[in-house]
């Protein structure tokens, strides 16, 4: 059976080029497998996105400012450093996180803590550049973010969306398509919930497509009048956003499509929206969305406002692990929540912490990712990493064995410079046993 | 045609009108430049070894030239008169014309707006929007000096809707170490701030100097005002430990500024002398806010400091000829690449001698042939810069003002609010700032076209009712319901739109669209949302 299903796949895959697995999963329901109506076809497209490498997705959790690692998933309680933040258990034992993140606390299993994670970079410019791209920034090469390379890399040619999509503004040092160009620049939603502004067609489809016929044909002149590159760049731009306007996919930006329950599930705030449209998006096919969620840079009154901060994120991260498993994307879909750097172990006398890059924690989920351990310890004091330390290309390494992404793969920036998709780093292997 | 000639009349009159200019005569100024510039980069006088772009024609030059100065689009009058005034100086006439209409002002103070406000730290800063706009087009459209200009903004106090030139601390909400690093780094064009932290090995500035610098703004504090139903802030002198605390915002509580201990980060660290890092003059502790800004307007701005001229010389450059002797144009120092500094010491340093004027400067470099040249595509590395002028893609009020114009849309029939800063930002014009805007300080070969760009002007729908050539009050309805021939329309529409006319291919491209639609207004409606999505509309070459 195995073998000749391989067989019809290859067929398949050669007739067609890509097969859309994600419209495929779609449309089958839990009560078809288990009533054993599959089609050979759709098991080939099941298991085509697994060969191709195109049945991983990333989900960026993406907290600008940096967020204190005491306040959230490394805490110290009875150590000065450690404030007034409590330690609460979860749902796999000997693991505690702080008290701030309940509904996380109890999906635990699904999730890897990272308390070592180490950089050099306190500015946020520059880390949030390093932990976008993996690559500091330099006046000479703009490095494209991860998620433009995910785009890149393992994007559906049939995807009618843009494949990356950012949701939510701020903090976009390092987060555009830098040298692979505006086509994996990711597609900015200020906000969850509403259907892209002006992606209707003022026209009828046939007249909308002469247009833009009519614009190639005038543009032709300005490109040869010393404007080439504009030109073709804008060219490219049209192409991209006529597409995607014209695409019945268009329906995964619209959250009243959702059942109520589901809504409910990850709760009424901004965040909560933001969540579950990057699950349509990704359940559509889009392959990177990163969700922004800004206000971590705590250096005053850093315990009330991490708790606040912590209370818009708990449920709709622990929801949308869970959302996820129930629709079996979640092992193929790679869960990071981070932000640019850690903060100073010493609270400050404004009740603050600063910008501390030299020990922090960020979360990972599925995408093989086994879940429920900690990776890396720091020192009682959270000051020093003393165990396992991860830096930033170590992260990107593991990103890229989870998303089965080639590392060594490499992009060539205008001035002719190979640029490897990661720079040097091991992935923490020790994530996926 | 006739009405054209009446405006050519109207134009030559001006000709005998010409602004006297303070400082060395522009003209003599700018060849002096390019005759520095080929030295420095072409290899001598003739240039042979390099490829240059010739002069640029009529039609761009005047697109680009009132793009730059006013950020509108020349209308098909001033295109046409242009074309048909045959004297030999009839571009440095169109200069001294475009800055003396009062749009140039403002289309400079929405610029430097954009450069405090794209670094702002919170949105409560947009308040001060409007006002700044209004501040600085009034004094660039009156006796411009960039060294008046910037001792307003660093002694700057009062209520943010009364008087803009808080702008830069208000952006900042009076925080000492941010304030301190805008003001070096827009008046400076130094980055200081990367010594906040600590010392980096490749830049001369150290630590103690940055913190040094910060010693000048101590006292400064962003306090909430109420003035009846409306909200506002006011940037104001502390030159008394506060009182009530909860009526300061930011910035503010302490009387003199500590340098932070790395490694005792919560205690008070080390107080500081204000010391102004480039001439090392400096005040005693202790001295009331005023004067401490005072001075340091008084020594940034004076002889004693070159990088205040080298500053603004290097970033209007930049806007007008397309690149910065230094990239980012907000990055200067002893330890950065300049890419002609013969020229730039030149050049700022008569920029100083003319007491900052900054229509003489403009007058210089838009005389300069490295301005007047033809555009390529931004250049490659290893090639030398200058050689050609540079696409400059439109800034979001520059891309309003020629789409309105195009359209025949009254801006404020739309906006009827004009001083609610809230009402302006979700104003159509706010709105186009929102999706086309950039920062002007970044690189520029970084400012790409995004998806909501395109969307919006393929299909906004009040941009495609204003298209329509179907109602009698758009202005396409009007030109057809005035204008039969075909070919006429078509030339008048490249004109509006391009300020340029048609070449001979496009004209027939169009008048086969024609021809094949064979619907006349739609056909237009079609040409003219082509003319109005194409590279050329979003870009200035």
Known sequence: ?433 | MSCRFLVLAAALVLLAQRGTASGLDPHSVAMHVDEQLSKELFGGADGSAHDIATRADDQTFLRRLSLDLTGHTPTPDEVTVFALDGSPDKRSTAVERLLANTQFGENWARYWRDVILYRRSEDRALLVGPTVVSTLSAAFNGDAHWDKIARRFITATGDVREEGATAIIMAQMGNTEDTTAEMSRIFLGIQIQCAQCHNHPTDRWKREQFHQLAAFFPRIAVRPVKQGEERSFAVISMDRERGKPNQVVKGGGHLEHHMPDLNHPDEEGKLMRPVFFVTGQKLDVGMPDRERREKLAEWMTGKGNHWFAKAFVNRMWSELVGHGFYEPVDDLGPDRKCSAPHTLDYLAEQFATSHYDIKWLFRVITATDAYQRQSRSRYEEGEAPFAASCPQRLRGDQLFNSLIEVLGIDEYAQQPNRDNFRAILAGPRGRMNATFGYDPSGRRDEVAGSIPQALFLMNGPELNRALSGRQSNTSLGKLLAEVSDDQAVVEELYLRCLAREPKETELQTCLDHLHTTRQRAEAFEDIMWSLINSTEFLNRK
């Open chain 1, 1 to 433: 059976m195995t073998l000749h299903l391989r067989h019809q796949m290859d067929l398949s895959l050669s007739r067609q080029g890509t097969i859309g697995r994600r419209d495929f999963l779609r449309g089958i329901t839990a009560a078809s497998i288990a009533a054993g109506t599959l089609s050979w076809r759709d098991l080939v497209a099941l298991k085509a996105g697994e060969l191709r490498k195109q049945g991983m997705a990333c989900i960026l959790l993406w907290m600008q400012g940096g967020p204190s690692p005491f306040e959230t998933f490394s805490p110290k309680p009875g150590h000065a450093n450690g404030g007034e933040t409590k330690a609460i258990p979860t749902s796999v034992s000997g693991i505690e996180i702080s008290e701030n993140f309940p509904r996380v606390a109890k999906s635990i299993e699904h999730a890897a803590i990272i308390r070592s994670m180490t950089s050099k970079e306190g500015s946020h410019p520059r880390a949030s550049y390093l932990l976008h791209t993996g690559y500091l920034p330099t006046a000479s090469v703009k490095f494209p973010s991860f998620g433009s390379i995910v785009a890149q890399q393992i994007s559906h040619a049939d995807l009618e969306l843009p494949a990356f999509v950012r949701i939510g503004g701020g903090g976009r040092e390092g987060s555009g398509g830098g040298i692979l160009g505006v086509e994996y620049d990711p597609f900015i939603m200020p906000v969850a919930g509403k259907v892209p502004t002006n992606a209707t067609p003022t026209t009828e489809v046939p007249r909308y497509n002469r247009r833009l016929d009519l614009l190639s044909r005038l543009e032709a002149d300005y490109a040869a009048s010393g404007a080439k590159e504009e030109v073709s760049e804008h060219q490219k731009l049209y192409r991209k956003a006529s597409r995607m306007i014209l695409s019945s996919q268009m329906q995964a930006f619209d959250l009243d499509h959702e059942p109520a329950a589901i809504r409910e599930g990850y709760g009424s705030g901004q965040f909560g929206l933001s969540c579950l449209l990057a699950r349509r998006l990704v359940e559509t096919g889009i392959t990177c969305v990163e969700v922004v969620l800004n206000g971590w840079d705590t250096h005053a009154d850093n315990f009330n406002k991490v708790r606040e901060m912590a209370g818009q994120v708990d449920q709709p991260f622990a929801y949308l692990l869970w959302d996820l498993k129930q629709r079996g994307l979640l092992d193929t879909t790679l869960v990071v929540w981070m932000g640019e750097f850690g903060r100073t172990p010493k609270i400050n006398p404004r009740a603050g912490r600063d910008h501390y890059p030299k020990a922090f924690n960020i979360v990972l989920a599925g995408g093989g990712i086994r879940g429920g351990r900690v990776i890396g310890k720091t020192d009682e004091g959270g000051t020093e990493v003393t165990d396992r330390p991860v830096t930033v290309s170590d992260l990107f390494q593991t990103f890229c064995r989870s998303l089965k992404i080639d590392p060594k793969a490499e992009n060539i920036a205008p001035n002719g410079r190979p640029i490897k998709i990661v720079d040097g780093g091991k992935p923490v292997n020790e994530l996926f046993a």
